[in-house]
């Protein structure tokens, strides 16, 4: 006992001794909901009690608070969810909160439940009202962020169901993670046709977090046409499973693709992907991407670039004329050449995910520059396949002989795979 009291002592001077950080205090007070007075956050209240508790909750974020768990279902929401969290759910995994408020119109808002974990957390809410919610809908209830201590948690997904008679309306909302400290949280959301922002405060109880299955760096750098993808961390939690990179691909947002081709490989089964985001700023671009939870036995993993982004160099010289003509292994419609106000319009076709480069229209010795491209639609074939449709304009009135094509962005095939180590 002398011994853990001389560690305590040790620990307590330690501790004591730690200063904030400058702008610490600013920032501290802006994320709490209310105004209260603490210590630092490595002083603990139960300090005293043992060293080894000290150590727990200092080093154990997320997970220091699972063995402390017993949960309940939330019930009425078959219909609003499915698969992971339809059987977390039925294994009594969430936190029921049955905090009520009335909005202007008298509908009750009832914020049933939650799930919490390091990647998400997870609302479970109910609309009611006999009068009926059906005309009014869009104006009762929209959620924006969830506040709390060090907490700014904005939504990032929904689902929500209207019952047969229009007066009960069963939804989720999945909202950033919250921090595992917080005893409170507050949901702010829009209503009303001025879209007036509402608080409701409830209880959280951060022992109700589930645990982090896998967290580790990955480290490793795939190789795709005209830059790198770097995938750098994954969290996989009884919710999700978020892996998080950088990247340096100057030609992504050329084509409407994404990360789509990136895929999680589970005991060699494809995980589903949830979702992705990209953020850039002036020191790069970051991604995340979001698949569904790991199983429980896991022995193995790996991340497949299946496809992605590419470029291929061409140097095409098209007589223009209308017609079918093959484009590196891809295929282009032209379908109407004219001579407008405007200057030389060629409407053409291509898949979807197919962007010309280097575009030029060549006359005798002369050549112009593309200039814009207008009226893009999309036109579905009868073997399912999605046309892009639009009107390329060219500064020019004369008759065009050719069409020059520098290259094109497509989707490309890479097949290229990035184990990582199941722990």
Known sequence: MKEIEEVLSEEKKRVDAVKAPAGFEARLRGALDEKINRKPRRTYPYFKLAAVAVIFFMLAGYNYNAFAYYGKKLFGFDD??????????EKGMGQVVDQRTTLFD????????????????????????????????????????????????????????????????????????VNPFARKLTLHFDQGPENKEVQITFPYEPN?????????????????????????????????????????VPAFDRIHYGFTGVELMANGRFMDQLGSGVETSMSGSKFELRFDALPEKLESLELVVKDFIGYKKL???????????????????????????????????????LLLDGVKIESGNKQTELKTTIN??????????????R????????????????GIHYVKQYNKKVDIPAR
Not at 80 to 89: C, E, F, R, W
Not at 376 to 389: P, S
């Open 80 to 89: 609003v969810i499915s698969g992971t969290m339809k059987d977390l759910n």
């Open 106 to 177: 008298g509908t009750e808002l009832v914020i049933d439940g939650i799930m919490t974990d390091e990647n998400q957390l997870v609302m479970y809410y109910t609309l009611s009202n006999p009068q009926g919610l059906e005309d009014t809908l869009s104006d009762l209830f929209s959620p924006g962020k969830i506040t709390g201590f060090l907490t700014n948690a904005h939504v990032e997904s929904g689902v929500a169901k209207l019952n047969d008679e229009g007066t009960e309306l069963k939804g989720t909302g999945h909202f950033e993670p």
């Open 208 to 248: 109700k977090a589930m645990q982090t299955q896998i967290k580790q760096s990955i480290k490793k750098t795939v190789a795709v046409d005209n830059g790198t993808l770097t995938f750098k961390t994954i969290t996989a939690t009884p919710t999700t499973t978020v892996i998080k990179g950088t990247m340096d």
């Open 315 to 353: 140097d095409e010289q098209i007589p223009l004329a209308e017609g079918r003509f093959s484009l590196g292994g891809n295929e282009l419609w032209i379908q109407d050449i004219s001579v407008t106000e405007r200057g030389v319009e060629v409407t053409f076709a291509t898949d979807s995910n």
């Open 376 to 389: 893009q639609t999309e036109e579905k074939q009868e073997d399912g396949r999605i046309l892009n449709k």
């Open 391 to 406: 009107t390329m304009v060219f500064d020019t009135k004369s008759e065009p002989e050719y069409l020059l094509i520098e």
